[in-house]
T-cell receptor, first 113, second 114 residues
Framework: AQSVTQLGSHVSVSEGALVLLRCNYS??????LFWYVQYPNQGLQLLLK??????LVKGINGFEAEFKKSETSFHLTKPSAHMSDAAEYFC???????????FGTGTRLQVTL | DTAVSQTPKYLVTQMGNDKSIKCEQN?????MYWYKQDSKKFLKIMFS???????INETVPNRFSPKSPDKAHLNLHINSLELGDSAVYFC?????????????FGPGTRLTVL
């Protein structure tokens, strides 16, 4: 069965600091991986996705993620945090065998001055 | 124009009542979904429809009945509401029923059952 594990339900960084949100996946077949962001009281919005092309994926708002098969990871990074990045971030995995998106439990990013 | 819209945004009701949530997408997509997000923010798929046909039914109680009158609409009807149904329900859509397609989410409907 496919699944994703997000390490850290809550991450706090200072404005201007590096953002690193961790996601590890489990899948018996090559996965497709996604990061979604949910701002307060809103729906989810796609940040970026890995679809077996380039392993380093660039997304919106300066975020990027690197697919590392050897580590079964797809961590999300941003060089410099901004106050507007404060939100809930979800990693998700899709495989053809399950034919559905399976989400992680989410990581709440807090950005402080 | 809102891509995926849901009504109502908030729904407060008593146990045992029946309620509906409506969803519409103006993106021309073929596939639509219902997700449930619980109080701990855990998001889980409930149903997916492709070209008005049910594709996924994720062990959801049969009190929940989705209906897709056309490709642009996917409504969710809930009978005999229970306390445990309190959650935020999200509708989403994607171009087609393909693994790499981006899913576009609506703003959510917060259901509170008293």
């Amino acid at each position: 069965a496919q699944s994703v594990t997000q390490l850290g339900s809550h991450v706090s960084v200072s404005e201007g600091a590096l953002v690193l949100l961790r996601c590890n996946y489990s899948s018996s077949v090559p996965p497709y991986l996604f990061w979604y962001v949910q701002y307060p009281n809103q729906g989810l919005q796609l940040l970026l996705k890995y679809t077996s092309a380039a392993t380093l994926v660039k997304g919106i708002n300066g975020f990027e993620a690197e697919f590392k098969k050897s580590e079964t990871s797809f961590h999300l990074t941003k060089p410099s945090a901004h106050m507007s990045d404060a939100a809930e971030y979800f990693c998700a995995v899709y495989t053809g065998t399950a034919s559905k998106l399976t989400f992680g439990t989410g990581t709440r990013l807090q950005v402080t001055l | 124009d809102t891509a995926v819209s849901q009504t109502p945004k908030y729904l407060v009701t008593q146990m045992g009542n029946d309620k509906s949530i409506k969803c519409e997408q103006n993106l021309g997509h073929d596939t639509m979904y219902w997700y449930k997000q619980d109080s701990k923010k855990f998001l889980k798929i409930m149903f997916s429809y492709n070209n008005k046909e049910l594709i996924i039914n994720e062990t959801v109680p049969n009190r929940f009945s989705p209906k897709s009158p056309d490709k642009a609409h996917l409504n969710l009807h809930i009978n005999s509401l229970e306390l445990g149904d309190s959650a935020v329900y999200f509708c989403a859509s994607s171009q087609a029923y393909l693994s790499t397609d981006t899913q576009y989410f609506g703003p959510g409907t917060r259901l509170t059952v008293l």
